[in-house]
C-alpha cells in the first residue's frame, strides 16, 4: 500500500478517537477557564493554557503530521527510485 493510500485509510479511523479526547478534555475544563467555580482565580490560567494546547495538538494531530509524513515519505522514496 503507498503512503496516499495508506493515509487516505487510517486518517478517517484515528479522526473519531482523537476528536472525542480533545472534546472531553476541553469540554471538561470549560467551566474552569470561565472562572467558575471555588479557587478560580488559580485555575482559571492554567485550564486556559491547557485548552489551548489540547486545541493546537489536535490540529497538529489531524492536519500537520500527516501531511509532513507524506511530504517526507514521498520526497525520500523519489530520491532513492532508480533512474
Known sequence: MGIDEAL???CPIRMRPVLMTSATVIL????AALGLGAGAETN???SIAVIGGMI???LLTLVVV???Y???ENYLSSRHAPR
Open 66 to 68: 500527516p501531511a509532513v
Open 70 to 72: 507524506s511530504l517526507v
Open 8 to 10: 487516505n485509510n487510517a
Open 56 to 58: 493546537s495538538s489536535t
Open 28 to 31: 471538561a475544563l470549560f467551566p
Open 44 to 46: 482559571q490560567p492554567l
